[in-house]
């Protein structure tokens, strides 16, 4: 099974479990510094866990993609009124000729198997001195524990938060890290001088 299609089978009851708005995700965009000049690239965005905290920060504009077109579908219907967004059912690894202040991976991070190819594709698409941001809204054990459930293909261990964090180093200054039993995040900026 691969992850569009897994995605696409759980989208229907995907909100059933989801709380509204939480003090974990205004803390992942206080921790982005995404203000009202920000372009946000949401990677993975689901169906718009994300929106709301985004919504209260007032960005400039808001780029939501997810492979599933189902996920997508729901995600695009809860901002079908709001012009700060734009949702895609799309590859992050398609996109060419975009540049982003942000990029946000909230609760998707365990799907993205090679790691190498993400770190590359997200400062590609990011800003000179854009910031990147994993997130997730429980601690690394429940997220592990819970990927224990999902096809072994489309899922890879969470590490701590500091030993992900290694990889993106070629290409970004992390400078926050957060590893709680109840929340997990590091972000950094890319680096101005290192090319692509």
Known sequence: MDVRTYFDRMAEHWDDEVTPIDEAR???VFLSEIGEQTHILDVACGTGAMFEAYEEK???HVTAIDLSEKMAAKAADKVKNNPMFEVRCEDLFQIQDERYDCIVIYNAYPHFTDKKQLVKKVAEL??????????????KE????????V???ITSELLSAKDESKIWEEYFDIDTVVDTSG????SGKRYTT???
């Open 142 to 149: 429940v997220i592990n524990l819970h990927h224990s459930n």
């Open 58 to 60: 007032r960005p400039k």
């Open 194 to 196: 290192k090319d692509i």
């Open 26 to 28: 205004r803390t992942i």
């Open 151 to 153: 096809p072994e293909e």
């Open 126 to 139: 990011l800003k000179t001195d854009g910031r990147v941001t994993i997130a997730h809204g429980a601690g």
């Open 183 to 186: 929340f997990y995040l590091f």
